[in-house]
């Protein structure tokens, strides 16, 4: 009997252990996170991004019942984040919210950077892209991408289009117009995105290509006008304006996108706990709708296939470098 009481007794103490190791939130199960996980921004707070990864953050943080902490490290075109994040340890409670400039222009467009994609981060996964719009100001005598082509070339290399700076992704993006469309136009950059587009509404410069949020309100307040989206599809939050494709200029593609990645020798164990938790979080039909709101497409990905997205750029960007000559210390 005594043997029988205590076989019973273990079997309701396994069973008692495995449902309580079945409540523990899934990326807690082996014992990561066991504190506080760090998300580096290279951003300032407030903006999509920065939504993006709180949004992030708390999802993960439900998931593991640890918390994960955003940090905004802004500074450097996204230089001074990433460099934090290359130099912390490599244990998974230091992640970075990296854009496309930090892991595929900026070892384009910088002479000498400290840090090495390839060398100093793990990829987790892609989480979002951001396309583009190209706008101009009222006074310019062109309503679509034609008319603005045929403009251009009026004006002799004299058109300006505005950007935040060199070697910027917004910078680009109105150069990969300007070879693919074969026209001359004069970049004045300036510093930061506020200051462009104040200078497209004061008539100083003519154009720039802008992340949608950005623009949306002057759109809407006609005080800009929409060229097209400079990416693959039209977005959710400015649904009458076409893209450059189907105005006639293909395969101009500059959206900005974004990933989650780890320092490099962080545990692959680790890395696809949280890739796992990361292809959960952006699942959520309200979040997406939500994003959508602000021209904001949530991705998830394989780690592999963020490299592979961002050799793809590599290529496409290195073009547009090279024939512009744009380098910077």
């Not at 222009?105 to 892209?129: H, T």
């Not at 003519?206 to 949306?216: A, E, G, K, W």
């Not at 989206?229 to 200029?249: C, F, K, Q, S, Y």
Request: proline share 7%; net charge positive; aromatic share 6%.
């Amino acid at each position: 009997m005594n043997t029988i009481v205590s076989c019973m007794v273990r079997c309701a103490l396994s069973a008692c252990a495995a449902s309580a190791f079945a409540s523990l939130p899934a990326l807690a199960a082996d014992g990561y996170p066991a504190k506080a996980v760090k998300i580096v921004v290279p951003y300032a707070p407030g903006g999509p991004v920065d939504q993006l990864a709180r949004n992030l953050a708390e999802r993960l943080g439900k998931a593991s019942g640890q918390a994960f902490i955003v940090e905004n490290k802004p500074g450097g075109n996204t230089i001074v984040a990433a460099t934090a994040v290359a130099r912390a340890p490599a244990d998974g409670y230091t992640l970075m919210l990296a854009s496309s400039a930090s892991l595929a222009v900026n070892p384009l467009v910088y002479k000498s950077l400290a840090y090495d994609p390839e060398r100093d981060f793990a990829p987790v996964s892609m989480l979002a892209r951001a396309p583009l719009v190209m706008v101009v100001n009222t006074a310019t005598p062109a309503k679509n991408l034609k008319e603005l082509v045929s403009h251009i070339r009026s004006q002799n290399g004299r058109f300006a289009y505005a950007s935040n700076g060199n070697g910027n992704p917004l910078h680009l993006a109105c150069a990969l117009f300007g070879s693919m469309a074969n026209v001359e136009m004069l970049h004045v950059p300036y510093n930061g995105t506020a200051p462009a587009l104040a200078s497209v509404l004061g008539g100083d410069t003519q154009m720039t290509c802008d992340i949608v949020l950005n623009s949306m309100p002057q759109i809407k307040a006609g005080k800009l006008h929409p060229i097209g989206i400079v990416g693959p599809r039209r977005v959710a939050a400015l649904p009458n304006v076409p893209t450059l494709g189907e105005e006639g200029l293909f395969g101009v593609d500059a959206t900005v996108w974004f990933a989650l990645v780890a320092p490099k020798a962080t545990p692959t164990a680790v890395v696809e706990r949280l890739n796992g938790e990361v292809v959960k979080a952006l699942d959520d039909a309200a979040l997406k709708t939500r994003f959508s709101d602000l021209a904001m497409e949530l991705e998830s990905s394989t780690p592999r296939e963020v490299w592979s997205l961002t050799a793809k750029e590599r290529v496409k960007w290195s073009a547009v470098v090279k024939k512009y000559d744009i380098k910077l210390d």
